[in-house]
């Protein structure tokens, strides 16, 4: 079967997804049906991305949601290396963050915030299940959360060290 993109953004898949993303099983569910759905393009990114990363790595994973590649960057640079996982929305910040509790993963720094142009804050545009990937910096004040922004600057000064990959 064939998923249209119509379907994909329906109202009725959105709530399934957003019910889905509550557990950590649904969260598996998602990742498993999405790789299948976009098997050649993840194969692609997995491959040029993935392959890139070495042990003893810094990377950065800008706009991290709830760490699904977090996981994968830290198995790569091991204990040598260092993740700097940045995502502003607060339920998959703290999804990251449960990654340290549940995998004593002491390489992991979790920044809740989002890029911008400027130090401040941002109203982060929010689907009904707030750790969605589609969560977006608004305009609109309806459906938001109020958000820190920082600078790629500030967080590198900030974090006191530079990554070699930046996804």
Known sequence: ???????????????IRS???????????????????????EARFNKELLDSIKSGDTVCDIGANIGFYTRKFLDIVGTAGHVVAVEPAPPSANACKELIN????????VVESALSSKVGTAELSVDEDPTSPTN??????????SISVTTGDVLLENLGYYPNIIK
């Open 136 to 145: 977006r910096v608004s305009q609109s004040s309806s459906n938001t959360l």
């Open 102 to 109: 549940q995998n004593n993963y002491t390489n992991l720094t």
């Open 1 to 15: 079967m064939k998923l249209t993109s119509s379907f994909i953004q329906s109202p009725l898949a959105i709530k």
């Open 19 to 41: 019910n889905l993303r509550k557990s950590s099983f649904g969260r598996t569910i998602l990742q498993t049906i999405a790789g299948s759905i976009n098997k050649e393009y």
